[in-house]
């Protein structure tokens, strides 16, 4: 049996309520519009962006917490304990972790984009508390597998690394008020790594180890890149942490091989699953996965360029673009439009029964809509940070409001009819 497939034995017996995974998906629909419309507000802050409080700070945090960790929490929620086999031990735990999130982010968004340090820090000890929720229970729920070691290790890594950067984040928020940090700039970067690389690269990881397979229809993927995978974004992320504290530029270079060969194994494995695939056409979700992967791999050769000083312009800007919105949100959008209607059928479809069509659950204009803009918005808004154009910048985040709201439409669109499901079941 492949470990898709004891992925899926059981599953409705652990599904949660509905309403737990789709409010954070709906919730990351929105702050996904609020992120392109912030963009489009700090655009002249941009190209030559190197920290600081602003709009800029702000559409990165509306990313990487309100639009990838909330989709993170929202899905580990529901697909680690199907993947575990192993049900959460609590629910009303995953709504607390909810309404602590939700607004702990906006507060701590809003007090960036506004220069006020008390929302900041008021709004990142509500996230905090919303993550440390979310962090226990995936932990008791990991402590418990032994179906899939492999995923569970993935994200046990995960987890360390959201300890990590979530002490780092409330210690730089309070460096802007007493501004006692002297490499501030420096924290920052490792922030974004652990963020980026760290916390929400091992849930993609591990998870695709599963839900590719799943997706393709392939054989069961091979455990040993597996766990080279792993072993080597491990030791990418210590590495580059004890730069960091070292100041070991020696260290800094040792961690980025190990990253690329982390890629590399990520990659080989992705390949041999779409080569075993007994699904020819994969649709738009995949051509949005695919390119993810060729992002991410541009995202480590932009990293390599800056750690070996050559003059890219804007340099720094531009590596955090390909980072965060090429590779992270290329990739959950695309794996969201699969991951979306799939559950939304098993709820559909019950404890017994035949689930309906996904194309019935599903909103292929929205889809197509947000796909093309999306990509619009990033070449367009690369090309603003390369050419030093906020004008640029400007109409890409324009663009990427547009195709923002697509996938809104999607996703609430998928949520209504799941809603009217069970409204004519009762």
């Not at 590596?319 to 959008?333: D, Y």
């Amino acid at each position: 049996m492949s470990m898709a497939t004891g992925f899926l034995t059981g599953a409705k017996d652990r599904l949660l309520p509905a309403s737990v995974p789709f409010r954070f998906f709906i919730a990351a629909s929105l702050f996904h519009i609020l992120a392109w419309a912030a963009l489009f507000w700090g655009a002249d802050q941009v190209p030559g962006f190197a920290g600081g409080t602003g709009p800029v700070l702000a559409a990165i945090h509306l990313l990487t917490l309100g639009v990838f960790a909330m989709t993170a929490i929202g899905a580990s929620y529901q697909l680690l304990p199907v993947a575990t086999r192993k049900p959460l031990a609590r629910t009303w735990p995953t709504r607390l972790s909810f309404w602590l999130f939700l607004p702990g982010v906006a507060i701590l968004t809003a007090g960036m984009a506004l220069h006020e340090n008390a929302w900041m820090m008021t709004g990142a000890v509500a996230a905090c508390a919303g993550l440390a929720v979310f962090a226990l229970l995936t932990a008791d729920n990991l402590r418990r597998a032994g179906s899939v070691p492999i995923v569970a290790a993935h994200g046990w890594a995960a987890l360390a690394a959201l300890v990590a950067l979530a002490a780092i984040g409330l210690t730089l928020i309070e460096d802007f008020r007493a501004g006692f940090l002297p490499r501030h700039g420096d924290l920052a970067t490792l922030h974004l790594v652990l963020a980026s690389y760290g916390f929400m690269g091992m849930l993609v990881f591990g998870f695709s180890l599963v839900l590719v397979p799943m997706f393709v229809l392939s054989r069961s993927l091979p455990t040993r890149p597996g766990w080279a995978q792993l072993g080597l974004a491990v030791a990418a992320l210590v590495l580059f942490s004890a730069a960091y504290a070292l100041h070991g530029g020696v260290l800094a270079w040792l961690a980025f091989a190990a990253a690329l060969g982390a890629t590399g194994a990520h990659l080989w494995l992705m390949r041999a699953a779409l080569r075993s695939s007994m699904r020819r056409r994969l649709g738009l979700p995949f051509v949005q996965i695919r390119s993810a992967w060729g992002f991410l791999a541009l995202s480590l050769v932009l990293g390599g360029l800056l750690l070996a000083g050559v003059p890219v312009p804007n340099g720094a800007a531009l590596f955090g673009f390909v980072l965060l919105a090429g590779w992270l949100l290329t990739f959950l959008t695309g794996v969201l439009q699969r991951i979306i209607p799939f559950l939304a059928s098993m709820h559909a479809a019950g404890k017994s029964g035949l689930p309906p069509l996904l194309s019935e659950l599903t909103a292929e204009n929205a889809l197509k809509t947000h796909s093309v803009c999306h990509f619009a918005a990033l070449a367009v808004c690369a090309a603003g940070i390369l050419l030093d154009l906020p004008v640029v910048i400007r109409v890409g985040a324009a663009i990427g409001v547009v195709g923002a709201v697509g996938f809104a439409v999607f996703t609430i669109t998928v949520a209504v009819k799941i809603a009217r499901r069970h409204h004519r079941a009762a």
